[in-house]
């Protein structure tokens, strides 16, 4: 991260030169409910990057209190998902490791009055807690005695009470001005199996009990959040406190990471893949980082995209672009230069020789030449773009059309002589001379053409698809939804968000490898799809255009 542009990289400078503190740890808490998406990368960035920098330690833990949404299959692609961000965690925990001494320090609050245990049900709690301008009302059982309390709490954790009927709550203050501190429930009762302790446990802490204990038990000196939790935090020092733990983190608030026209709620998220709306949480439209990945975004495009944004207290949305602008960046000296036809249109170039094919010599990437040559057939038929024909082209249009010349990438410059259309009309074929002087590479300098075409060699031309996309659903659409009384964001998501076409590449491509990027010339940066290439056919994601507007 860059120097002096972090106001946390300040504070924790100022707790080990003031002796405060002797030690950096950190923690990414992700709670295994979902994939990571690119907002995490933010959390991941800073809580890796400050220990790495101050030669700290950071730990993976995973917030798993809540054993109805979480799942194994979460454990495994966000570790899977860290580390191929490029980060190395130096422990593993579970926070479900500490449900013992969790039960133990909730026992501890009960018996220095501290916690009670109350009947209300949840609305009840709801209704008593009263609201930002009018204090809330005492709970009937908050006067319950010690005992009874620990007789209570312990009924709980044996599993005599249905969920809901009973809950603990941590004794601080009904009138505060902070809603949170408003005695806010610490445990509940769940009769749940959880993926990691099983069927041992049937009352599970709450969040705001739990993440203070996490982060004491496991000696965090600097717990990294996002500022949702600022008013959060007077509860958090509570429980340290009151739990009498000896070791006292420190909660520091920062800015969400959010992005135009990206979905970035794990609910939304999770919805768009249980309803079917996506291929899974790695649909390259998803902004997870599995979805990212397959893509074709880099963990170096994805890290510097990061870093670029900043840490503050501000959250305000970054223009997509951005995002776009670092995988190019990272991509333009790394992936090779080709060329793909996404919607062919057949060229016969009637006078060169029937039969004969040569071979063309082109550079692999003009802007890393140490990436060498590659060598692309030509010959008397070749594919181009069908949108770079036009019959009755305006003003101004320089590709091909009746008698205009066009320049072909690495080639020769071909002028179109006739067009060929079927029995409805449709354009099926453009017959075209070529002149043997332009050929490219030998220094031409006859005469000038305005448009230069990329094109392949039909007969060796490999068929490929090419899957194009848009935001699954855009920001004016999630307000509108928000907005609508009878419609979810669900009814909003993009139609063109996918678009499929059929065309062919070079076939010095036959090797490509899931997860190679190319440069496509004039289409952008593409990915070899991991999961659809089957047979002989590639599938190659966008990721993204070569035209940017982003300025840094
Ligand atoms: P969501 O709201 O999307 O469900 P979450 O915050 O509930 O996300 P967690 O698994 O609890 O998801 O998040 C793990 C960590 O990542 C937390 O510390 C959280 O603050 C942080 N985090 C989540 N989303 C973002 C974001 N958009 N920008 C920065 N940090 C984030
Ligand atoms: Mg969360």
Redesign the pocket.
């Known amino acids: 991260m860059e120097e002096n542009s972090n106001f946390i990289r300040s504070i924790i400078k100022e707790d080990l030169e003031s002796g405060k503190r002797d030690t950096v740890v950190t923690r990414?808490?992700?709670?295994p409910n979902?994939y990571l998406?690119i907002?995490?990368a933010?959390?991941i960035v800073i809580n890796f990057g400050i220990a790495d920098e101050f030669k700290g330690q950071t730990t993976l833990r995973f917030?798993d209190t809540n054993p109805l949404k979480e799942d194994q299959e979460y454990v495994d692609s966000i570790k899977n998902d860290v580390a191929w961000l490029g980060y190395e965690w130096e422990n593993l925990r579970f926070a479900s490791d500490y449900f013992d001494e969790m039960y133990n320090r909730a026992v501890l609050l009960i018996k220095k009055g501290k916690a009670y245990v109350d009947d209300l049900s949840i609305e009840e709690i709801r209704e008593y807690r009263g609201t930002l301008t009018e204090p809330g009302k005492d709970s009937p059982y908050r006067g319950r005695a010690v005992e009874e309390n620990l007789y209570l709490f312990e009924r709980m954790r044996k599993g005599e009470f249905q969920n809901g009927e009973k809950v603990l709550r941590a004794k601080i203050d009904m009138s505060s001005g902070n809603i949170n501190l408003r005695d806010p429930v610490i445990y509940r009762v769940s009769h749940a199996s959880h993926h990691n302790t099983g069927d041992k446990w049937c009352i599970y802490p709450m969040y705001a009990f739990a993440h203070p204990l996490e982060d004491a038990i496991e000696g965090v000196t600097h717990s990294l959040?996002?500022t949702e939790f600022e008013e959060q935090r007077p509860l958090y020092n509570w429980v340290v406190e009151e739990c009498e733990m000896p070791s006292k983190p420190q909660q520091i608030e920062f800015g969400?990471?959010?992005i135009e026209n990206t979905v970035?709620?794990?609910?939304k998220l999770r919805q768009l893949v249980e309803e079917g709306y996506v291929d899974g949480w790695d649909d390259p439209r998803m902004p997870t980082i599995s979805g990212l990945r397959r893509k074709g975004y880099t963990p170096e495009a994805i890290r510097e995209f990061v870093q670029a944004t900043g840490v503050s207290k501000g959250s305000g949305a970054v223009d997509e672009a951005m995002l776009e602008h670092f995988v190019r960046e990272d991509l333009k000296l790394k992936a090779p230069r080709t060329m793909g036809v996404l919607d062919p249109l057949k060229v016969v170039i009637t006078n060169y020789p029937e039969g004969q094919v040569e071979m063309l010599d082109a550079e692999i990437n003009p802007e890393n030449p140490e990436m060498g040559t590659r060598q692309i057939p030509f010959s008397r038929e070749i594919y181009v773009e069908r949108e770079d024909f036009m019959e009755n082209p305006p003003k101004k249009y320089f590709r091909l059309f009746p008698g205009n010349e066009v320049r072909l990438k690495h080639a020769y410059f071909i002028k179109c002589e006739e067009v060929i259309k079927d029995e409805n009309g449709e354009v099926v074929e453009l017959r075209c001379t070529y002149d043997p002087e332009t050929k490219s590479g030998t220094g031409f300098t006859g005469r000038k053409v305005k448009g230069t075409l990329h094109w392949v060699e039909a007969t060796q031309a490999l068929p490929a698809e090419f899957r194009l996309y848009e935001p699954l659903i855009r920001d004016e659409d999630l307000k509108a939804a928000d907005e609508s009384e009878d419609k979810t964001f669900i009814d909003f998501v993009n139609a063109d968000s996918l678009t499929i076409q059929q065309g062919f590449i070079e076939p010095n491509m036959k090797d490509a490898k899931p997860q190679d990027k190319f440069q496509f010339f004039r289409h952008g940066y593409f990915n070899v799809d991991p999961k659809h290439t089957t047979g002989d056919k590639a599938v190659f994601n966008r990721i993204v255009s070569l035209k940017s507007s982003f300025k840094l």
């Open positions: 990414f808490p992700p709670e979902g998406h907002g995490h933010k959390s917030d959040c996002t969400r990471l959010n970035m709620s794990k609910r």
